[in-house]
């Protein structure tokens, strides 16, 4: 190899070590300006989060991959108008909910996301702070996925952004554009009743 294929070499080494340094939000303050490969970071950082996201609240995967790749060109539409005072993980989700919230709108389901069901009013017993925490005893990560899927929405919802995509509580109030109080309350029930259906059925499940 020559001297100057060497120094090439070297110099993309160094370019692709400093982006896998970069924050998200740098990242697409690059992507704004023209810069693909940080795009291309951005992708490989969050496609199998976001993918997951989909896959827990719609019918089909062809579905969800129909979400994630509309998604993704929103993000492209969009990326001249990012501030990068907007978390890049809440701006992203964000723009994913109403693609999610538009399709349940097209099949007379436009308010799951916004109700909770069979809600009781009393406190729920277990605490949310971490609610992947209390699930890492799971032993099924399929029966993990049957009782996730008898959730209500509203409440699965909140609880694969904890879990999937490891968001906090506020950033989580911050995509769902909801307060906080509110995001914990639903973590609560939705973990309480992730447990139950586990009792219930004598299964035992893990992430």
């Known amino acids: 190899m020559s001297r100057s294929n060497e120094t090439l070499d070297s110099n993309q080494q160094r370019q692709a070590s400093h982006s896998d340094q970069l924050s998200d939000e740098a990242l697409m303050l690059g992507y704004a300006k023209g810069n693909m490969r940080a795009f291309e970071q951005l992708y490989q950082r969050h496609k199998n989060p976001l993918l997951r996201y989909f896959l827990r609240q ?12 509309e998604t993704w060109q929103s993000v492209i539409k969009a ?27 097209k099949q007379g389901r436009g308010e799951e996301l916004s109700l909770d ?29 049957w009782a996730l899927a008898q959730l209500p929405p509203a ?14 509580v506020q950033e989580i109030a911050e995509t769902i554009q909801d307060n906080a109080e509110a995001v914990k309350s639903r973590l609560r029930y939705a973990v309480q009743k992730l447990k139950q259906l586990i009792s219930e059925a004598r299964l035992e499940v893990e992430l």
């Open 155 to 168: 409440q699965r919802e909140v609880l694969v952004l904890k879990i999937e995509s490891a968001m906090t």
């Open 79 to 105: 990326s001249d108008r990012y501030q990068a005072s907007a978390k890049f993980t809440t701006w992203l989700y964000h723009m994913a909910r109403n693609k999610l919230i538009d399709h349940y709108r």
């Open 58 to 69: 719609v019918d089909s995967r062809a579905t969800a991959e129909e979400l994630f790749q």
């Open 117 to 145: 069901d069979q809600v009781e009013l009393q406190p729920a017993a277990h605490s949310v702070d971490e609610p992947e925490q209390q699930l890492n005893d799971a032993q099924s990560k399929q029966q993990y996925l």
